[in-house]
Nanobody
Framework: QVKMVESGGGLVQPGGSLRLSCTSS????????VNWYRQAPAKERELVGS???????NYADSMKGRFTISRDNAKSTVYLQINTLKPEKAAVYYC?????WGQGTQDTVSS
């Protein structure tokens, strides 16, 4: 059984940063392309970007500049760095591999 797990969300002040992590069980994450998505309140889930097994990244046009995806294959972990957090941009972030989704992790931006 495959399980994806996101972590690292939490309360951040406006302008701050977060680094989210994606790990898995039941699948070799280090050899897979991993996608990150975000879903804001009352909005559709949207793609942030992806990273291939050898570290090539691609970002949705609307996401370029504020997000950085990276990976550490030795730790079987994929990261999503989010900079310049804004209250109006708060969302739940999900990682996805093949057809498998995690449960999501939320960023909350408040002073």
């Amino acid at each position: 059984q495959v399980k994806m797990v996101e972590s690292g969300g939490g309360l951040v002040q406006p302008g701050g940063s977060l680094r989210l992590s994606c790990t898995s069980s039941g699948i070799f994450l280090s050899i897979k392309t991993v996608n990150w998505y975000r879903q804001a309140p009352a909005k559709e889930r949207e793609l942030v970007g992806s990273i291939t097994d050898d570290g090539i990244t691609n970002y949705a046009d609307s996401m370029k500049g504020r997000f950085t995806i990276s990976r550490d294959n030795a730790k079987s972990t994929v990261y999503l760095q989010i900079n310049t957090l804004k209250p109006e941009k708060a969302a739940v972030y999900y990682c996805k591999v093949c057809k498998y989704w995690g449960q999501g992790t939320q960023d909350t931006v408040s002073s």
